[in-house]
């Protein structure tokens, strides 16, 4: 028999228990059932990275990659090193996408499954960032509004979507938010063991991308409000164990710091500039310089309009009546948290306007310091209407609680197991946001493929054109031509594709008239297939030969 203080501490892990099974329940199915255009690169740029390291060519990590993306590396390091440890056969000097798709054909070998053994370990990263939440969050907002902002994040389709990717957006936005509530928890509490887990998840943000560089001077200014001239000392040793974490789990910083930092900051600078990739669909319009201008100040608020679910708002619009109605009155712990991460969103959101270059998914570290505050929101909202119970008051708030969570749980399980492609139900969900937002990032060429390989099996292989080329090839399993990023298309080009078998055209190419010539001579014809994804289609297969 457990003793009564072993009782206590169980019952106090058990809601983390409960948190991470529906964390990891949302993530870890289906790893291996679509796939995203970026991941084609980082599986490359991963395998490239352990043979780096294998060789003892530290340095050369830092060419790999100036986002610096190492985390993502790792965690396809890893994978490669569980799931294909002779991966090391493979001759550097061929180190491109069409010869290490062949390389993996001929041993009989999907590499969807190797980027699903890399998401494995983006999923476990994530999910040891999720678990180290709860002790914080629960001493600085308490129990209900710990688990609540939690298990919001738990069930979140948005951030269920870029948490199990191998790719940075998920990751950055896990370890920012680690690092803000730990650092909030050293202001209130002063314990030495914030202060480094918090500077442990700041190395952990900017080895992911370089946009969580704005954790230094967020932080700065926390610890200069809060602590004033007493500031100086705890951020030194922050940034110390911070720069001591970042270079111990980048290779390159023992070899050449001086130039993997550089990089990392030049290319910062750079992309904060935008870079040519097509056309952009914005709102209803083609900006064909892919520019938005003025209508930059209007992108990331529509983003998470449409990205976020009926509960997080929910939680937000309580999160302000709270604020308004009762913050001088919440605990300090409870202030500098709720100050700190809203302090960091707001930041987060101007710093990406300004950059030329937008997606959806940069606003993530923002977006997920909204879940705390939601998750105080509601626990204030039901506590202020306990009384109202009257009887049931012990067990009402609770139920609403479940209730609110299973809404959240709805919102993502409709979508499941590609997240991606959830869209606020509010606002007319998938249907409807295409109207807006430009959509697609891959998913759904895997159906594309299947269908052509059913169409023409025991036949001639066909020759195919195809829209993301690189990732449609891991599903069909032969090489198919290239349709390019391209306003319009050469006449040479446009009748060589033309000549093929089969086209397969996805929807935000026709969301922004890329390219337009080809869609025009397609327009006449009626696609032979078409991939739906709830009620929005996705893609459409050509069969221009008899």
């Given at each position: 028999?457990?003793?009564?203080?072993?009782?206590?501490?169980?019952?106090?892990?058990?809601?983390?228990?409960?948190?991470?099974?529906?964390?990891?329940?949302?993530?870890?199915?289906?790893?291996?059932?679509?796939?995203?255009?970026?991941?084609?690169?980082?599986?490359?740029?991963?395998?490239?990275?352990?043979?780096?390291?294998?060789?003892?060519?530290?340095?050369?990590?830092?060419?790999?990659?100036?986002?610096?993306?190492?985390?993502?590396?790792?965690?396809?390091t890893l994978g490669t090193q569980l799931r294909f440890p002779d991966i090391d056969e493979f001759p550097q000097e061929e180190f491109t996408d069409?010869?290490?798709?062949?390389?993996?054909?001929?041993?009989?070998?999907?590499?969807?499954?190797?980027i699903a053994a890399g998401r494995l370990f983006i999923v476990l990263f994530n999910a040891a960032a999720f678990a180290l939440l709860w002790s914080p969050l629960r001493r600085l907002l308490g129990t209900a509004a710990a688990f609540l902002g939690m298990g919001l994040i738990a069930l979140d389709p948005f951030l269920t979507a870029h948490q199990r990717l191998l790719h940075q957006d998920g990751l950055m936005a896990s370890f920012g938010l680690l690092c803000l509530v730990y650092f909030a928890a050293y202001l209130?509490?002063?314990?030495?063991?914030?202060?480094?887990?918090?500077?442990?998840?700041?190395?952990?943000?900017?080895?992911?991308?370089?946009?969580?560089?704005?954790?230094?001077?967020?932080?700065?200014?926390?610890?200069?409000?809060?602590q004033r001239r007493a500031a100086l000392r705890p951020l030194l040793l922050w940034g110390a164990a911070a720069a001591a974490v970042f270079a111990l789990l980048w290779p390159a910083m023992l070899s050449d710091p001086l130039a993997a930092v550089t990089g990392v900051v030049d290319y910062a600078l750079g992309s904060a500039q935008g870079e040519f990739s097509g056309q952009i669909f914005f709102n209803g319009e083609i900006y064909s310089d892919g520019r938005l201008g003025w209508a930059s100040w209007l992108f990331y608020p529509l983003s998470i309009a449409w990205r976020a679910t009926p509960v997080l708002w929910l939680g937000l619009a309580t999160a302000a009546w709270?604020?308004?109605?009762?913050?001088?009155?919440?605990?300090?712990?409870?202030?500098?948290?709720?100050?700190?991460?809203?302090?960091?969103?707001?930041?987060?959101?101007?710093?990406?306007?300004?950059?030329?270059?937008?997606?959806?998914?940069?606003?993530?570290?923002?977006?997920?310091?909204?879940?705390?505050?939601?998750?105080?929101?509601?626990?204030?909202?039901?506590?202020?209407?306990?009384?109202?119970?009257?009887?049931?008051?012990?067990?009402?708030?609770a139920a609403i609680a479940a209730g609110l969570l299973a809404a959240?749980?709805?919102?993502?399980?409709?979508?499941a197991p590609v997240f991606l492609n959830y869209y606020n139900l509010l606002l007319g969900g998938r249907a409807a946001a295409g109207e807006v937002m430009m959509l697609g990032w891959g998913e759904g060429l895997e159906q594309a493929a299947q269908y052509i390989r059913d169409q023409t099996r025991g036949q001639e292989p066909p020759h195919v054109g195809a829209w993301y080329s690189n990732l449609f090839n891991l599903f069909y399993g032969a090489d198919v031509e290239d349709i390019p990023i391209a306003a319009e298309l050469s006449p040479q080009l446009l009748e060589q594709l033309l000549s093929l078998d089969y086209l397969v055209i996805y929807v935000h190419q026709w969301q922004r008239g890329t390219p337009q010539n080809l869609l025009d001579a397609l327009a006449p014809l009626e696609p032979n297939h078409s991939i739906w994804i709830g009620g929005q289609e996705y893609v459409r297969v050509y069969r221009l030969s008899d």
């Open positions: 028999m457990l003793s009564p203080s072993a009782r206590a501490r169980a019952a106090a892990w058990l809601p983390l228990a409960l948190l991470l099974l529906a964390f990891l329940a949302l993530r870890l199915p289906g790893l291996g059932r679509f796939g995203t255009i970026d991941e084609v690169h980082w599986y490359r740029v991963a395998i490239a990275f352990r043979q780096e390291l294998l060789a003892g060519n530290w340095a050369e990590t830092a060419a790999l990659s100036k986002h610096p993306a190492i985390t993502t590396l790792w965690a396809g069409f010869h290490l798709r062949h390389y993996f054909w001929r041993r009989g070998i999907n590499p969807i499954e190797v209130d509490a002063r314990r030495s063991s914030d202060l480094l887990l918090s500077a442990a998840g700041a190395a952990l943000a900017w080895l992911t991308k370089s946009p969580m560089l704005l954790l230094g001077p967020v932080t700065g200014l926390a610890a200069l409000w809060a709270a604020a308004l109605s009762a913050w001088r009155g919440a605990e300090p712990g409870e202030r500098k948290l709720i100050g700190l991460l809203a302090f960091f969103s707001l930041a987060f959101f101007l710093f990406m306007t300004l950059a030329e270059k937008k997606f959806d998914r940069y606003i993530l570290p923002a977006y997920a310091a909204l879940f705390p505050l939601a998750g105080w929101g509601l626990a204030r909202a039901l506590a202020r209407l306990r009384p109202a119970f009257g009887g049931a008051a012990r067990w009402a708030p959240q749980a709805w919102s993502s399980a409709a979508v």
